[in-house]
């Protein structure tokens, strides 16, 4: 083991401590994998270097139950507690997940065999939505052993929010089917951040979001209507590379043409600029560079600037940029302010020189950088709610503060429920 990577490992925590009460550090992979010991001695020096009272160690381990024996087996627990011990590492709590509710016994046998008191033997079952976690704990009571073993004061915890959530999530009034077009749609955690954020703009309408997933190849070969009829909401989220791009722009038309709400973001947005310049501006054969250099109509392009930076990287837009809306807007009414300030990572831009060409067609420029040459965000007139944004709304939404974004476009969805397209 080299001291300069321990030393460097422990510099980082230290730096992520910074302006914070509580820091909580994962060490991530299975105790005993040849990558973790680095972090693993890391942590047992850090302990020693900041002292006891200040760290505490939390293991998460498997408590399986083995169906044809009819019982919970607690030796995986107590290898891999072994193992950390071996290496200097004693858990003060222990996190255990199972499918089932750990009886007193099986705590008891826990706790003796990995030098923990029963308390710290913390039942981490399965449940049915993920919010519900923080109110298993508590009643687990690991939020206590945590203060304990740091030594801390604090009132009892409120938790009528995450009760409200976890209310909403059990015991909706309604139910929208939103269809998410990607290509990714066979690897469902890939859009798990979206996923989330639309649950949340569920819980802003009281609403059980179901999502079906399409493969925005199959669109490319198949009527639109088969896949999508039957949705009350189409969304489009962010991608990259030519394949499935076609069925995203399908998508995109059938929405606009049926009327069906519509949640473009990032690339999503893109197309459904190029397919409004094709169908509505007929420009034909419009396109974005990144998959057609040869395009006449690129109206999706790398900015002048962009093109001057050799370093690919470079050419990425990245973090938090102020947005200005447009009064009157479906994304100002949704915000409810005019200056936004949203995450962004992408390359390719709305192109300027189109700008106006758009515009005059009828397509909304509905948000814009402060000096209005970036186009950030668009919509479509008359329509329930046909919203582009080039940015990822997603990364801001949190269950007990729904992205404005997500909720309008659910509620819209929500309003729309049962119209023919």
């Keep these: 083991m080299i001291p300069h990577i321990t030393d460097e490992i422990k510099s980082m925590i230290c730096a992520a401590a910074q302006d914070v009460d509580l820091l909580i550090c994962e060490v991530g992979g299975t105790v005993g994998d040849i990558e973790s010991l680095p972090f693993l001695e890391a942590i047992r020096q850090f302990k020693v270097d900041v002292g006891r009272d200040n760290v505490i160690y939390i293991h998460l381990t498997l408590v399986p ?30 996190l255990c997940r199972t499918d089932r509710n750990l009886g007193k016994d099986i705590k008891n046998k826990i706790a003796l065999f990995c030098n923990v008191t029963p308390e710290a033997v913390i039942t981490a079952r399965d449940v049915d939505s993920i919010y519900q976690v923080p109110l298993v704990f508590h009643e687990e009571g690991l939020d206590q052993q945590i203060i304990e073993s740091l030594r801390m004061w604090t009132r009892a915890p409120d938790l009528t929010v995450w009760q409200g959530i976890v209310d909403k999530v059990h015991n909706p009034e309604r139910e929208v089917v939103i269809a998410v077009v990607g290509k990714y749609v066979s690897l469902v955690e890939s859009y798990k951040s979206l996923n989330e954020a639309l649950v949340h703009g569920g819980l802003a309408n009281s609403a059980r979001v179901v999502l079906r997933y399409v493969d925005s190849e199959e669109l490319e070969a198949r009527d639109p209507a088969e896949l999508l009829s039957g949705a009350d909401g189409i969304l489009v989220p962010g991608g990259f590379g030519h394949r499935g791009t076609e069925g995203k722009i399908r998508a995109a038309g059938f929405a606009r043409e049926n009327k069906v709400p519509f949640f473009g973001i990032c690339l999503g947005m893109q197309l459904a600029v190029v397919e409004y310049a094709r169908s509505v501006a007929e420009l034909e054969r419009a396109n974005s560079s990144e998959f057609d250099d040869k395009t006449p109509h690129p109206v999706i392009d790398l900015l002048p600037e962009q093109r001057e930076v050799t370093d690919k990287g470079g050419t990425m837009r990245l973090g938090a940029y102020p947005c200005v809306l447009r009064e009157g807007s479906q994304a100002h009414r949704a915000y409810g302010r005019k200056q936004i300030s949203e995450r962004h990572r992408h390359r390719y831009e709305f192109n300027p020189e189109y700008k106006d060409l758009l515009s005059e067609k009828g397509l909304v420029i509905s948000g814009t950088s402060p000096d209005g040459r970036l186009v950030e965000m668009i919509e479509h ?31 819209a969805s929500l309003a729309g429920k049962g119209k023919d397209p």
């Design 381 to 411: 007139q008359d329509h329930p709610w046909f919203v582009g944004c080039q940015f990822h709304p997603e990364f801001r939404s949190r269950p007990w503060e729904p992205h404005p974004l997500f909720a309008g476009f659910i509620a």
């Design 65 to 94: 139950y083995i169906k044809t024996a009819g019982e919970l087996k607690t030796k995986p627990t107590q290898h891999s507690v072994q193992k950390l011990r071996e290496i200097g590492i004693q858990p003060d709590i222990l």
